[in-house]
């Protein structure tokens, strides 16, 4: 009995440790091969056009940056063609284009980045909380203001009445399905990382107060006409005369164009031309063009890559910004991501120390653009970004229980051969 207790005890010390090395080697991209088998341009390219023709993909584009110049541009589409100038929804990547919006009032000191948001609200308040004084334009940035609302908008259909943002604050009816809409404080703020689509809603109704305009109209001025951004708006009225692409659902079918009252958290209507502007505007040095463009100032593009949210002890977000990898120079590779449905996927990777990066926008699929630009970060740097680790998980599970089953039918082999030598 003594000898089986230790094998069995030594049996689970093996596979706890197994697991250890198989989480630390998943994290660490062990048991992941790079999406192109080469180190080219080329390469790659090759790698996303196998994978496009491995599934439904309504509309594609895709911009490659080297060094803060664009290498190359792929489009693809089922039904009409798309271009650099086509207008796409880009779903929650909108959050990014907003949070620097926002902080140039933190710059112009119209906002103060850790005073309570009550300070600068007229229109509506948070529903009564012991910790509504510690909710702060930081802090909603980071999704780290304690907000438990989970959204998540599915949007309006065309022709259907949207919500006034008040209303959306207080019961959002295009809450994705399971999601209560209800934007409140339910945790510390500062306590952890809960993402919260509410929180830049209320962001959104934040600028409005203090720049006494309405979203659109602040955003247009403030960001995209310095920037030449002449295929952005939070608003389609604004943008009518561009040509939208075609939304499609997973099927291939068409789908609808959905309008949206969480115009910060989800509703930028823009162009791969333009986000190839906004990801310049980033970028410093030889061959790069002016960190911000003066929209901004260089301290305060780089305080947006600052950590403040974190899961599993790893640092993934900034103020507004996903931090998606280390780079050699201990910063970050940026951006952010978009889903939605019907599916539009949208992604950004950017490398602020090399000026390389990958700009993603989609339709027609659920995580494309998402799993292509994670793909770029492993195949650039061998880094296993804070996207494509979620992807992982079912090839982690699968190493782990290999390794368990092979640990466990060892164990029994020896402990077998022994009690047969002891007879």
């Not at 880009?90 to 309570?116: F, N, Q």
């Not at 305060?300 to 990898?325: C, F, N």
């Not at 990066?357 to 339709?363: A, N, Q």
């Not at 979620?390 to 009690?419: D, E, F, H, Q």
Request: glycine share 10%; no cysteine.
């Amino acid at each position: 009995m003594k000898n089986i207790l230790l094998y069995m005890l030594g049996s689970v010390l093996l596979m706890l440790l197994w697991a250890g090395v198989a989480f630390w080697g998943t994290v660490n991209g062990w048991f992941h091969q790079p999406i192109a088998k080469l180190t080219t341009s080329q390469s790659f390219r090759e790698a996303v056009d196998a994978e496009l023709g491995k599934q439904f993909v309504g509309n594609f584009a895709m911009t490659i940056v080297a060094d803060g110049t664009v290498e190359y541009e792929t489009f693809y589409s089922a039904g009409k063609p798309v271009d650099r100038n086509t207008i796409f929804q880009v779903s929650s990547l909108s959050k990014w284009i907003s949070a620097v919006g926002i902080m140039k009032l933190v710059e112009e000191g119209k906002l103060d980045l850790d005073a309570p948001v009550s300070n600068y609200l007229q229109r509506w308040q948070l529903p009564p909380s012991e910790f509504n004084e510690e909710v702060t334009v930081r802090r909603l940035l980071s999704h780290t203001a304690g907000l438990t609302d989970g959204l998540g908008y599915s949007g309006f259909e065309t022709g259907a009445q949207v919500q006034s943002i008040e209303q959306s604050l207080t019961k959002a009816s295009d809450a994705d399905k399971g999601i209560s809409g209800e934007v409140r404080v339910g945790i510390k703020p500062g306590s952890e990382f809960n993402y919260s689509g509410g929180g830049y809603t209320l962001l959104q109704l934040l600028v409005e107060e203090v720049s006494g305009q309405s979203f659109s109209s602040y955003m247009k001025e403030t960001i995209f006409a310095p920037l030449n951004m002449v295929h952005s708006s939070y608003s389609w009225e604004d943008l009518s005369g561009f040509k939208l692409t075609e939304f499609y659902n997973s099927d291939g079918s068409k789908a609808g164009h959905y309008r949206y009252t969480s115009l910060a958290a989800t509703s930028l209507y823009t162009s791969l031309s333009d986000l190839e502007l906004f990801f310049q505007a980033h970028l410093e040095g030889e061959n790069k063009e002016p960190i911000g463009r003066h929209i901004v100032k260089p301290e305060t593009i780089k305080k947006m890559r600052e950590p403040h949210g974190q899961s599993m002890g790893v640092d993934i977000w900034g103020l507004g910004t996903v931090l998606y990898a280390t780079t050699v120079g201990n910063d970050f590779i940026i951006g952010h991501d978009g889903k939605s449905t019907p599916p539009i996927n949208t992604a950004v990777r950017l490398n602020p120390e090399t000026g390389d990066g990958i700009i993603i926008l989609e339709t027609g699929h659920p995580i494309l653009a998402t799993k292509l630009a994670s793909e770029w970060v492993f195949w650039k740097t061998g880094k296993v970004d804070t996207f494509l680790f979620p992807m992982l998980m079912n090839k982690l599970v699968w190493i782990i229980g290999t390794g368990w089953a092979v640990i466990l039918i060892i164990t029994i082999i020896v402990s077998s051969r022994r009690r047969l030598r002891m007879k």
